[in-house]
């Protein structure tokens, strides 16, 4: 996620998340049965509600039509899980919509809703270990998501399509999910829209299909990803398919722009750029590159979709190509979409990274060095805002992003290049396709470093001081 600078609103005043953290988790438990209901809650206190426990999701297949002229979408979603206890109930998140029925492995299910949750009943219980598939039936026209920080994220209704985005919720508008990054799945996405509209989403395309004036676009993501790096763009769009290091490649551009504008430019450079960045950070991540410019106002930044991140249109303003959003949203793919966060207090795991990705394709670039750019920002950040755990208010903040990235380059100048890019490396290989956190990081950096690191990445992520400069 990036922002676009001009519009950052400091007055956005976010609701505190915490009191409504336990809602709802243990009411109705069985105690006549070894069989318990999964929990209703992540208990993720930056996204309170979101995310289930009890089950863990290997697989989502989506099928899904969008009509723009009726803003309805119709859905079947079906879910492959592991149930990680005995299992009565479960729930999946899911914003509005309304469910017309849900099986469970081929069984008809009871189904009720309780807000944003889809509550399931199996016939039988589930024991651990089972593996299980829910099938979703449902259809409604999807909301959006207000967030006063960030402007809408969720599904969004467009002058020729629909946009779903959003960091951290955007996906239990559209489809019932187990709403949290901690449980990554692969996805199979087939979106029909009205011929002549595109409909792009993650992951490598698929065969295109029309009948009755309808097409259905196909898109597979094979490696795990957190739910709030889907997407799905639907309008009309300039799509160009081809190839980068023999893996797809598609960008797509509204059809409204020119092919020349400094929004085809910058997509033009993906490529160019994940290379860059994979001479860094180890082998790009994903089976498929890509990009998306989108021209709704209402999205005021870009978010890194997994292998294909959306941008919106404020970075583009300036009438030339923008390769430092692309260079933010393509790290990425590496720290946040292939190894991603167990929880949302540790976001400058994603954004720290992402930011000084930025100083380090600047520096490649000719422009000044990730030292200087380090040293500029030490002289004016305020050391009272915390990169870990800074609150659900201020985690797109400058305390994530920026102490996130001196952090960084604080531990390079600490262990040395040669053992810092090594880190990196290592890091997004050993963790690729999972989840981690501030500590599993620390840890695994002084296993590589051979030195205890985690004082310094404390000062330097966390401390209320400025620290000196290694
Ligand atoms: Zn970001």
Redesign the pocket.
Known sequence: ??RIRSKVLLAAAVVAATTLATAGCTSDRDDRSEFRPGAADARDPYVPGRGNGGYDVSGYRLRVRYDPATDRLTGRATVTATATGNLSRLNLDLIGMDVSGVTVSGAAARHRRDGSELVITPPRGLPRGTGFTVEVDYAGVPTAVPDGELGSGGFLHTADGAIALGQPESAATWFPVNDHPSDKATYDIEVTVPDGLAALSNGVPGERSSTGGWTTWRWAERAPMASYLTTLVIGDYRVETGTHAGRPMVTAVPASLPATGPEAASLARTGEIADFLASRFGPYPFDSYGGIVVTDSRIGYAL?TQSRPVYGPGFFSGGRPNPSVVV?ELA?QWFGDSVSLASWQDIWL??GF?TYAEWLWTEHDGGRTAQRAFELRHAVTDWSQPAVDPGRAAMFGDGVYQRGALAVHALRRTVGDETFFRLLSGWTEERRGGVASTADFAGYAERVAARPLRPLLDAWLAGGVAPALP
Request: glycine share 0%.
């Open positions: 996620m990036r890194e933010h990425h994603n954004e992402a």
